[in-house]
Nanobody, 121 residues
């Protein structure tokens, strides 16, 4: 299971750190990622990280502002979000799959529940 947390309300330019705890097994060999879904829009890819943490891939609009990291000892993945914009407002989901490139195209075997991020202007 994937359990996301850390969402909230923040002003434009602010920061939030999302966490996703993995339970019920080890995901150390899985790629992990974050997706988001804004109201009235389809879910979209944000970022993913491979099993070792060496490789990452970011959606263009978050490059330079968001940073993904993972701690395999804690079975957790994190998303540091800086310089937040109103268009970042969405429900954020963590996801896992054995394939790094599958996450990049929005496919995942495991999904967590979402955490709401709201950025006020």
């Amino acid at each position: 299971q994937l359990q996301a947390s850390g969402g909230g309300l923040v002003q434009t330019g602010g920061s939030l750190r999302l966490s996703c705890a993995v339970s019920g097994g080890t995901f150390n060999n899985y790629a992990l990622g974050w997706f988001r879904q804004a109201p009235g829009k389809e879910r979209e890819f944000v970022v993913c990280i491979n099993w070792s943490g060496v490789n990452t891939y970011y959606e263009d609009s978050v490059k330079g502002r968001f940073t993904i990291s993972r701690d395999n000892a804690k079975n957790a993945v994190y998303l540091q979000m800086n310089s937040l914009k109103p268009e970042d407002t969405a429900v954020y989901y963590c996801a896992a799959d054995t394939g790094f490139n599958l996450l990049r195209i929005g496919r995942a075997n495991y999904w967590g529940q979402g955490t709401q991020v709201t950025v006020s202007s």
